[in-house]
């Protein structure tokens, strides 16, 4: 075979364990064998359509089958997955399509309205609905039916890029981090080594796969392993828990959001979890609280630490230091490098706090178009700058300190402030503005806006709520907007916010 990268997998898999289930979907199975087979048909489908390597093929939908058929089959052409978050705007969704130079577009019927304008005015060449569509505009599974199988073989390397997501900038425009063939494969394999993922495991797919998480961390090891996933369009705690108890799910990702509405629902003390035995956690560290539920069940978690730019892993915890070492994220990974740097660049010593560098065969080769930021993301020598500040523990732990770049991670969304404040700024009468996370028990944190209006100006919560409406997800949109005389800056002009989160995590 020529194709060394994720193409090859589903035909490995199929040879290897065809008639092992490898989806539980809407309570149907799905074997190896179907799943190969149907990829196959994908790849022929779009193979017809003129898409050939280099070629962006996206997705726009929930969890499903046809999400995984179309990210292996795009593989086999040698063309590259764009996974599209669901929660974004028109005005984004329109950024991803026109910046990745998408050729195909397959979406859920319910985001048939919300792309129809952009379809023209991106110039896309093949839009698709899922399910079976009508006479006049058959969807994919009618076409994948009138579609002959057969494997396509393409040249393909580690190094050729298999996806692209897009991650949320600091600059206000998300920016496509290229992830390649090796990122995808070396992240697989570190989450095989270090969360003792085997054949006979059965994991519980409730986050969405466009995350980065889900899609490196969650399918693609499984699917490497040969194992099952029960997949999920979304999450529901009651039904998770059912799910949990019927299928025997051995394993489960989540943020700590997830794991709280677990604990909290009334179906949680009658559940039988004797089954369960991996859970992982990210986005933000497991509080205390959500400890002792689930360490009451018998219960404790995997916590790590990563990126987009990553694939995303970078570190992760072993569930038996959860408490010894509380608050760190971990050892890097067993294929990952983690070290500590000044602000000139030079390593510093155990227990001193600088900026998170990584290296590794996960490590992301650049962004989309970008290639200033690409340049800024690497130090001299080759290392991921993360913009995040952290130190490395006596026994090479690592602890994240703060963060340099002000995201706010709520409900493990990540949530950049300067593409909320752009918007904000664009408010006649607003003078000023900085968005920061302050804390919430249950989305970890939430973003809140904190402005500085003209005289006279009319301004309020549910004014900006209603101008962000439509331009951002709804996650992005602030809850609250606090109207304040002055904001705290340096003496450079820069908005201190750590004096902002400060002051109001109080009043949250």
């Not at 969405?208 to 029960?230: C, E, Q, R």
């Not at 490098?337 to 000044?342: F, L, S």
């Not at 005389?485 to 902002?500: F, H, I, N, Q, Y």
Request: with cysteine.
């Amino acid at each position: 075979m020529h194709n060394h990268g994720l193409g090859a997998w589903m035909a490995k898999r199929r040879l290897k364990s065809p008639d092992k289930t490898a989806l539980i979907f809407d309570d149907r199975t799905v074997t190896y064998r179907e799943l190969a087979d149907g990829t196959d048909r994908v790849s022929a489908m779009l193979s017809r359509r003129g898409i050939r390597k280099g070629d962006r093929v996206a997705f726009l939908g929930e969890n499903s089958p046809e999400f995984l058929q179309l990210l292996f089959g795009a593989a086999q052409l040698g063309a590259v997955f764009v996974p599209i978050n669901t929660r974004l705007a028109a005005p984004e969704i329109l950024h991803v399509l026109a910046d990745s130079q998408v050729r195909a577009l397959i979406h859920d019927p319910s985001f048939t309205e919300r792309v129809a304008p952009l379809i023209s005015a991106v110039g896309i060449a093949h839009v698709i609905p899922t399910g079976e569509g009508t006479d006049a505009a058959p969807g994919l599974s009618r076409v994948l039916r009138d579609t002959p199988a057969g494997h396509t073989d393409v040249e393909v390397t580690l190094d050729d890029p298999a996806a692209i997501l897009y991650t949320s900038g600091t600059t206000g425009k998300s920016k496509g981090a290229i992830l390649s063939h090796q990122n995808l494969t070396w992240v697989a394999l570190n989450t095989l080594v270090d969360y003792d993922v085997v054949s006979d495991d059965v994991a519980l797919m409730i986050s969405p796969l466009f995350h980065a998480a889900s899609l490196g961390m969650g399918a693609l090891p499984i699917m490497l392993k040969g194992a099952t996933i029960v997949l999920e369009r979304g999450f529901e705690p009651g039904r998770a828990l059912a799910l949990i108890e019927r299928h025997g799910v051995t394993m489960l990702s989540g943020v700590p959001t997830t794991y709280q509405l677990l604990a909290d629902h009334p179906d949680w003390a009658s559940t039988d979890l004797s089954t369960l035995m991996k859970l992982t956690c990210g986005g933000s560290p497991v509080p205390t609280r959500i400890l002792n539920a689930y360490e009451d069940r018998g219960l404790s978690f995997s916590q790590g630490y990563g990126m987009t730019e990553t694939s995303p892993g970078a570190t992760s915890l072993h569930p038996t230091m959860t408490r010894t070492k509380q608050g760190s994220v971990g050892l890097p990974h067993f294929f990952t490098e983690v070290r500590i740097a000044d602000e000139q660049g030079a390593v510093v010593s155990r227990g001193t706090i600088g900026e998170i560098e990584i290296a590794g065969p996960n490590v992301f080769p650049g962004y989309l178009n970008l290639p200033q930021a690409t340049a800024e993301a690497f130090t001299a020598d080759g290392w991921l700058r993360t913009g995040d500040l952290g130190y490395l523990d006596t026994d090479g732990y690592l602890f994240i300190a703060d963060r340099l770049k002000d995201m706010i991670i709520s409900g493990g969304e990540n949530i950049y402030p300067a593409e909320i404040e752009n918007l904000i700024s664009d408010i006649d009468g607003v003078t000023g503005a900085a968005v920061i996370g302050v804390p919430d028990d249950r989305w970890g944190e939430v973003p809140w806006a904190v402005v500085t209006v003209r005289d006279g100006a009319t301004i309020n919560t549910d004014s900006v709520r209603a101008h962000l409406d439509g331009r951002l997800g709804r996650f992005k949109i602030p809850q609250r907007v606090v109207i304040v005389d002055e904001l705290p800056r340096t003496a450079s002009g820069k908005v201190r916010k750590a004096d902002l989160r400060t002051r109001f995590a109080s009043e949250a």
